[in-house]
């Protein structure tokens, strides 16, 4: 199958992009991972070639081994980038990566943890999504009723199909469900107006610190992109294949990606503090460790080690002292 992989960033997310994208290589993927970025670019992508892209007359295009290769493309949207995704995923579809069969979006704190070939097969079975930590959400929730009644006001009916709230880090979808990011963008532009504009998120300057603008009781768009990505579920009548929590790395079983929820990210964690802290090191973060040396290095071959070391440090201390 010919795939294609995006995945938007700014600022010290370009540690995850890196992660991420050794972790495609590591487990089969060959081909071009698109990425959306806004503001400066680190110096190891600075590396790459200048060339244009589509739309894109100053993309960066960076093949650190035979096989793959990253293109960087700058956004001018105001969004909020998280609010960017289905967007940016048509806007690739249309333009540079028209030749794809599939379309896959992974934030860029994730590391996947299967063979490439799982999720290929996966995106056949319909589109591809994963249960969320906050799941389940039942019929009646005030969330979901509250989505149809905004919904319902600006003519876009919803049904409910079942309890499962996905989270809005991955989605796998092969052409022929191309008309679900086309419903996804319909109603994160009808939501914009209760979030005080699409430039608002969960997220300010990379932290988690919501902008989104405050309604009177229940807060049905507190996630934005998230909410409107669950909606349109609701607004869609082809098949969705459904990944449970334990996809993402949330709940017991078969993990297939961990996603780094939260703060502080992998790349971030100071270990041993955290270890005195009473906290101890997590399986994602020791995934990410695994995936920051190659193909592509933005640690130093020196700080990598460190960091190794301490994580095994930290993690015998845990077995002693633990909150």
Same mark, same amino acid.
């Given at each position: ?29 060959? $081909? ?15 590396? $790459? ?19 793959? #290769? ?26 540079? *990566? ?27 079975? $319909? ?26 006001? %600006? ?63 229940? #807060? ?34 078969? %993990?297939?990606?961990?996603? *780094? ?63």
């Amino acid at each position: 199958m010919n795939s294609a992989i995006c995945t938007v960033f700014e600022g010290h997310y370009h540690y995850g992009v890196a992660a991420l994208s050794n972790s495609l290589y590591k487990q089969g993927f060959r $081909g071009t991972i698109y990425v959306g970025f806004r503001g400066d670019l680190p110096n190891w992508v600075l590396k $790459g070639k200048k060339e244009p892209i589509g739309k894109w007359d100053e993309a960066i295009i960076l093949n650190p081994v035979e096989g793959i #290769q990253l293109a960087f493309l700058p956004l001018t949207t105001n969004y909020s980038l998280t609010n960017y995704k289905p967007d940016f995923m048509q806007e690739l579809w249309e333009g540079p *990566a028209k030749n794809a069969e599939a379309l896959f979006y992974f934030d860029p704190d994730i590391v996947i943890n299967d063979s490439w070939t799982c999720f290929e097969q996966w995106v056949n079975c $319909g589109v591809a999504l994963c249960e969320d930590v906050n799941s389940p959400l039942h019929e009646f929730h005030p969330r979901r009723v509250g989505w149809r009644n905004y919904f319902k006001n %600006v003519k876009i009916d919803l049904t409910y199909k079942n309890q499962t709230y996905v989270n809005g880090g991955f989605i796998g979808l092969v052409k022929n469900d191309k008309l679900f990011l086309n419903l996804w963008i319909k109603l994160q532009e009808s939501m914009g107006p209760a979030i005080g504009g699409l430039e608002n998120s969960i997220f300010l300057n990379q932290t988690y610190h919501s902008t989104i603008t405050k309604m009177e009781g229940f #807060q049905i768009f507190d996630k934005s992109d998230q909410d409107a990505l669950n909606a349109a579920l609701e607004a869609y009548n082809g098949n969705i294949s459904f990944m449970g929590k334990e996809g993402m790395g949330f709940g017991p079983g078969k %993990v297939i990606m961990f996603h *780094a929820l939260g703060s502080p990210k992998p790349w971030d964690i100071n270990f041993l503090k955290r270890a005195f802290q009473g906290k101890v090191p997590r399986r994602l973060d020791e995934f990410y460790l695994k995936n920051t040396n190659y193909p592509i290095l933005v640690h130093s071959k020196l700080e990598i080690k460190y960091r190794k070391f301490s994580f095994k440090i930290a993690k015998l201390i845990g077995r002693f002292y633990k909150v």
